[in-house]
């Protein structure tokens, strides 16, 4: 069932709070040594997914293994070898940062002296304060310095950034980044793009508990359009017009939507025209992202 | 209104909306002590004899006059009424206003609501007067409800609404001190903690002095007091009310004015930076770091309990010397000084034992509430098996009862040894450590509670309040052996006797054994709590929708 590669592997998992279905199948598969993006809308699961990755809930049905274990079972021994930075860090109001990391560097197992202080350092972090003192992006930078400072397998990230402002994102981006080149996995739940589009080698969508879309970048890509903008010599005959498909024509302007693996297409209809302009965009996760907010209607698969 | 209360309005409605119903248990509780006692008076103590029983009972306990207070007439129903429930009523209503007054202040500050309402329209003072305002109303209704409900089920008009006053009384003055502990505390939790441990150190005191006999002019240092001398259905004085709302209008004169002085979200003491480097390495010392304020405030306050209770034991024969009945009971040989003194000082340790079990409750309680504040759920997902995490709080929440009880215990034993009224030091000692595996019951049946149903933390209390009842007033209304023997503390073997039931202790640590192993059970296997995303709740919730 489990090929070695797989660090996380979910088969139909579902869950459920009362009445309230929050996890409704969710296939999830993260390779070893990859940034996976986990994307959606608030509410769609991302939350729930990751508590029963970390064995904090009890799965009602589906399969899943987690670095070759079983999350809810063996649970200990796995944590060994992961690390967590909650999307709501809720800090112990009378301790202080740094010992609030120590602590859970020492329930994990020990932590890397060294790597504690340069990324404390690098966060801009002051380990003095006391839990109640510190703001949301603070907190957040606590729970990242004492997730990263122990050297583990897998790290399981809930919105992390949420609170951070743009420096410290960066940091962040970096920081993992360099936890990848060192073989880490790294899960990252996030509803920021930018974020998700420099970091993950591999995206899922999550809407409504279930898993919608799933691939690299470039394939998720292919599924949605590229935008094509030229200027041309002379006006697009009703022919071309209709070889483009999805066109607008303003005089010798086109605007125009194609598929991705299209644009090659597009390019022949187009040049006979005498291009004297041309922009292609590729398209933007944005685009593939807001369809998850749409209503449910085309692009909700089973 | 003064630019400084602007939207006290739209705030005090939306908290009486959301906080007002959190005040509802305590009105329940307060009315049904009252009418409880009303009530059942007649049926219990239907001729004059049972009522001279009964005083003769109260005469020779001094530990229930600690806690009642002085019982100026026992004879009527209101008389009976206002002994029984006076004191204990006017505690309760103090503490539900003083947690009313610092969840709508501090509370929402520590948790941000506050910061959203703050930002709006909202004078710099308009939480603190709602807040205020909140615990007075809801106060003053407690008064009310309480004097009405009592006169419909057979208490005397004038008396029933004069005792429903004190407990308004005291809610208002202690809605008064919760103003100014709201503005000292660094954070909710101190805030409270200052606003309990002044009512409980005057609470003690008033009765502690009642029972000595001190002079006069103690009663009228104590706020606490006043309300006593209004004396319902013995003199029935109203005047000491208009103290009360003068002590309130004061304090929250300097509540407001420390308001005014101090910072957003931190208290007139400000915090220090502390060590960058931490300590605790597991899950035992953080259980030990979370729980250090209150043991240490908690070991010194036993350390008052067991003087108290010592002086208590050592003038047992003064106590008891004024009181006929039990004067005739020793002149003909029904009971034995040296066996009246071991009894006594069993009840007394039963009520150090029960008093203990209350901060292992709040250990075990305190286990849920940080697991609904996320706190749990990072140490969870480190390395940590479940029973290990509540397993050290659990040792905790045993271990710091035993020692308070072994600390008090001690002291009774001491001083009692030392007054030459044939009471050994080892006996005192002995019947300390008799008395723990009792208190261990009631704290391993709210490890149940939050271990298998955690949903409803407010049974974890079940266990204390039942031994309370049970114990203090269990032999007064003469309840059958059976019912008596709900409370562990029933099970202590009186170790002076020639020949103690040591088998009890068995049977209630079994029962013991059973907690646990239910708790333990229910949190290994369930669901940790989880808030999937932050809504806002309450009171910010309210005004945010309107506000759109």
């Given at each position: 069932?489990?090929?070695?590669?797989?660090?996380?592997?979910?088969?139909?998992?579902?869950?459920?709070?009362?009445?309230?279905?929050?996890?409704?199948?969710?296939?999830?598969?993260?390779?070893?040594?990859?940034?996976?993006?986990?994307?959606?809308?608030?509410?769609?699961?991302?939350?729930?997914?990751?508590?029963?990755?970390?064995?904090?809930?009890?799965?009602?049905?589906?399969?899943?293994?987690?670095?070759?274990?079983?999350?809810?079972?063996?649970?200990?021994?796995?944590?060994?070898?992961?690390?967590?930075?909650?999307?709501?860090?809720?800090?112990?109001?009378?301790?202080?940062?740094?010992?609030?990391?120590?602590?859970?560097?020492?329930?994990?197992?020990?932590?890397?002296?060294?790597?504690?202080?340069?990324?404390?350092?690098?966060?801009?972090?002051?380990?003095?304060?006391?839990?109640?003192?510190?703001?949301?992006?603070?907190?957040?930078?606590?729970?990242?310095?004492?997730?990263?400072?122990?050297?583990?397998?897998?790290?399981?990230?809930?919105?992390?950034?949420?609170?951070?402002?743009?420096?410290?994102?960066?940091?962040?981006?970096?920081?993992?980044?360099?936890?990848?080149?060192?073989?880490?996995?790294?899960?990252?739940?996030?509803?920021?793009?930018?974020?998700?589009?420099?970091?993950?080698?591999?995206?899922?969508?999550?809407?409504?508990?279930?898993?919608?879309?799933?691939?690299?970048?470039?394939?998720?890509?292919?599924?949605?359009?590229?935008?094509?903008?030229?200027?041309?010599?002379?006006?697009?005959?009703?022919?071309?017009?209709?070889?483009?498909?999805?066109?607008?024509?303003?005089?010798?302007?086109?605007?125009?939507?194609?598929?991705?693996?299209?644009?090659?297409?597009?390019?022949?209809?187009?040049?006979?025209?005498?291009?004297?302009?041309?922009?292609?965009?590729?398209?933007?996760?944005?685009?593939?992202?807001?369809?998850?907010?749409?209503?449910?209607?085309?692009?909700?698969?089973? | 209104?003064?630019?400084?209360?602007?939207?006290?309005?739209?705030?005090?409605?939306?908290?009486?909306?959301?906080?007002?119903?959190?005040?509802?248990?305590?009105?329940?509780?307060?009315?049904?002590?009252s009418a409880?006692s009303v009530?059942?008076y007649?049926?219990?103590?239907?001729?004059?004899?049972?009522?001279?029983?009964?005083?003769?009972?109260?005469?020779?306990?001094?530990?229930?006059?600690?806690?009642?207070?002085?019982?100026y007439d026992?004879s009527t129903v209101d008389g009976f009424n206002s002994w029984?429930s006076l004191?204990?009523g006017?505690?309760?209503?103090?503490?539900?206003?003083?947690?009313?007054?610092?969840?709508?202040?501090?509370?929402?500050?520590?948790?941000?609501?506050?910061?959203?309402?703050?930002?709006?329209?909202?004078?710099?003072?308009?939480?603190?007067?709602?807040?205020?305002?909140?615990?007075?109303?809801?106060?003053?209704?407690?008064g009310l409800v309480v004097g009405l409900v009592t006169v419909l089920f057979g208490g005397g008009w004038e008396d029933s609404m004069l005792l429903g006053f004190t407990f308004a009384g005291?809610?208002?003055?202690?809605?008064?001190?919760?103003?100014?502990?709201?503005?000292?505390?660094?954070?909710?939790?101190?805030?409270?903690?200052?606003?309990?441990?002044?009512?409980?150190?005057?609470?003690?005191?008033?009765?502690?002095?009642?029972?000595?006999?001190?002079?006069?002019?103690?009663?009228?240092?104590?706020?606490?007091?006043?309300m006593q001398e209004t004396r319902p259905a013995s003199g029935n004085h109203w005047w000491p009310l208009a103290?009360?709302?003068?002590?309130?209008?004061?304090?929250?004169?300097?509540?407001?004015?420390?308001?005014?002085?101090?910072?957003?979200?931190?208290?007139?003491?400000?915090?220090?930076?502390?060590?960058?480097?931490?300590?605790?390495?597991?899950?035992?010392?953080?259980?030990?770091?979370?729980?250090?304020?209150?043991?240490?405030?908690?070991?010194?306050?036993?350390?008052?309990?067991?003087?108290?209770?010592?002086?208590?034991?050592?003038?047992?024969?003064?106590?008891?010397?004024?009181?006929?009945?039990?004067?005739?009971?020793?002149?003909?040989?029904?009971?034995?000084?040296?066996?009246?003194?071991?009894?006594?000082?069993?009840?007394?340790?039963?009520?150090?034992?029960?008093?203990?079990?209350?901060?292992?409750?709040?250990?075990?309680?305190?286990?849920?509430?940080?697991?609904?504040?996320?706190?749990?759920?990072?140490?969870?997902?480190?390395?940590?098996?479940?029973?290990?995490?509540?397993?050290?709080?659990?040792?905790?929440?045993?271990?710091?009862?035993?020692?308070?009880?072994?600390?008090?215990?001690?002291?009774?034993?001491?001083?009692?040894?030392?007054?030459?009224?044939?009471?050994?030091?080892?006996?005192?000692?002995?019947?300390?450590?008799?008395?723990?595996?009792?208190?261990?019951?009631?704290?391993?049946?709210?490890?149940?509670?939050?271990?298998?149903?955690?949903?409803?933390?407010?049974?974890?209390?079940?266990?204390?309040?039942?031994?309370?009842?049970?114990?203090?007033?269990?032999?007064?209304?003469?309840?059958?052996?059976?019912?008596?023997?709900?409370?562990?503390?029933?099970?202590?073997?009186?170790?002076?006797?020639?020949?103690?039931?040591?088998?009890?202790?068995?049977?209630?640590?079994?029962?013991?054994?059973?907690?646990?192993?239910?708790?333990?059970?229910?949190?290994?296997?369930?669901?940790?709590?989880?808030?999937?995303?932050?809504?806002?709740?309450?009171?910010?919730?309210?005004?945010?929708?309107?506000?759109?």
């Amino acid at each position: 069932m489990v090929t070695g590669s797989a660090v996380i592997e979910t088969e139909g998992l579902t869950k459920s709070y009362g009445t309230f279905q929050a996890l409704k199948g969710v296939d999830l598969r993260v390779e070893r040594g990859q940034v996976h993006g986990f994307l959606g809308p608030n509410g769609a699961g991302k939350s729930t997914t990751i508590r029963v990755l970390l064995g904090l809930l009890r799965a009602d049905g589906g399969t899943v293994r987690l670095l070759d274990g079983d999350p809810w079972d063996d649970v200990t021994e796995l944590h060994r070898r992961l690390a967590y930075v909650p999307g709501d860090v809720s800090l112990w109001p009378g301790m202080t940062g740094g010992e609030a990391i120590d602590l859970l560097g020492s329930l994990r197992g020990g932590l890397d002296e060294h790597r504690r202080t340069e990324l404390i350092e690098r966060f801009e972090l002051d380990p003095t304060k006391r839990g109640r003192q510190y703001s949301k992006g603070n907190r957040q930078k606590v729970a990242i310095v004492a997730a990263l400072a122990s050297n583990v397998e897998l790290l399981i990230m809930d919105e992390p950034t949420s609170g951070l402002d743009p420096l410290m994102e960066s940091v962040f981006q970096d920081v993992v980044q360099e936890a990848k080149a060192e073989g880490a996995t790294v899960l990252l739940s996030s509803h920021i793009l930018a974020e998700a589009e420099s970091l993950a080698d591999k995206l899922s969508l999550i809407r409504d508990g279930r898993i919608v879309e799933s691939g690299t970048l470039a394939e998720l890509r292919d599924h949605t359009s590229t935008t094509i903008h030229a200027v041309l010599g002379r006006p697009l005959d009703s022919a071309a017009v209709a070889a483009l498909g999805d066109a607008q024509v303003d005089g010798s302007r086109v605007t125009a939507q194609v598929e991705s693996t299209r644009v090659g297409d597009a390019m022949e209809v187009l040049t006979p025209f005498g291009i004297s302009s041309l922009t292609v965009t590729p398209p933007s996760l944005e685009h593939l992202f807001l369809r998850l907010y749409e209503p449910d209607d085309t692009d909700a698969g089973p | 209104m003064s630019e400084s209360l602007t939207g006290t309005r739209p705030l005090l409605g939306a908290l009486a909306k959301h906080d007002g119903s959190r005040f509802a248990p305590w009105v329940l509780i307060v009315t049904a002590l009252s009418a409880s006692s009303v009530l059942v008076y007649p049926w219990i103590f239907p001729d004059a004899a049972d009522r001279a029983a009964l005083a003769a009972a109260v005469g020779s306990n001094p530990a229930l006059g600690l806690i009642f207070g002085p019982a100026y007439d026992l004879s009527t129903v209101d008389g009976f009424n206002s002994w029984r429930s006076l004191a204990l009523g006017g505690f309760l209503t103090a503490l539900g206003a003083i947690f009313l007054v610092t969840r709508a202040t501090r509370a929402q500050e520590d948790s941000g609501q506050a910061e959203l309402l703050a930002s709006g329209v909202m004078g710099r003072s308009s939480r603190l007067m709602a807040a205020s305002l909140l615990a007075l109303g809801a106060s003053l209704m407690l008064g009310l409800v309480v004097g009405l409900v009592t006169v419909l089920f057979g208490g005397g008009w004038e008396d029933s609404m004069l005792l429903g006053f004190t407990f308004a009384g005291t809610g208002w003055m202690f809605t008064g001190i919760a103003s100014v502990t709201a503005q000292i505390g660094g954070d909710s939790r101190s805030a409270n903690s200052m606003a309990v441990g002044t009512l409980g150190v005057l609470f003690l005191a008033r009765g502690f002095l009642y029972s000595v006999e001190a002079p006069e002019w103690t009663t009228w240092v104590n706020p606490l007091g006043w309300m006593q001398e209004t004396r319902p259905a013995s003199g029935n004085h109203w005047w000491p009310l208009a103290l009360a709302v003068g002590f309130s209008v004061v304090a929250l004169a300097v509540g407001f004015y420390l308001q005014a002085q101090r910072d957003f979200g931190q208290g007139a003491i400000a915090p220090k930076p502390g060590p960058g480097r931490g300590r605790y390495t597991t899950t035992w010392r953080l259980a030990l770091r979370q729980n250090r304020g209150p043991i240490v405030t908690w070991s010194i306050a036993f350390v008052a309990l067991g003087f108290v209770f010592g002086f208590f034991v050592t003038s047992i024969y003064d106590l008891l010397g004024s009181d006929l009945a039990v004067q005739q009971a020793i002149a003909g040989g029904a009971v034995t000084p040296e066996g009246l003194v071991g009894a006594f000082m069993a009840t007394i340790l039963s009520m150090v034992g029960i008093v203990a079990a209350v901060p292992g409750v709040q250990t075990v309680v305190r286990i849920r509430t940080e697991e609904v504040n996320d706190r749990v759920e990072p140490i969870m997902a480190t390395a940590t098996p479940r029973w290990r995490y509540y397993a050290s709080n659990v040792i905790v929440a045993l271990g710091a009862p035993t020692i308070f009880v072994l600390i008090a215990g001690t002291l009774v034993a001491v001083l009692a040894s030392s007054a030459d009224i044939g009471v050994e030091l080892g006996d005192g000692v002995l019947q300390a450590v008799a008395t723990v595996p009792a208190v261990w019951t009631v704290v391993a049946f709210s490890v149940a509670v939050i271990g298998a149903r955690p949903q409803i933390p407010v049974a974890a209390w079940i266990g204390v309040l039942l031994s309370f009842a049970i114990t203090l007033l269990g032999p007064t209304f003469n309840l059958p052996d059976w019912a008596l023997a709900i409370s562990s503390f029933w099970h202590v073997p009186k170790v002076t006797l020639p020949d103690p039931e040591w088998i009890g202790l068995v049977w209630i640590s079994l029962v013991t054994i059973v907690f646990l192993a239910v708790g333990f059970a229910g949190f290994g296997k369930r669901d940790l709590a989880t808030t999937p995303s932050t809504p806002l709740r309450g009171p910010a919730r309210l005004l945010a929708g309107a506000g759109e």
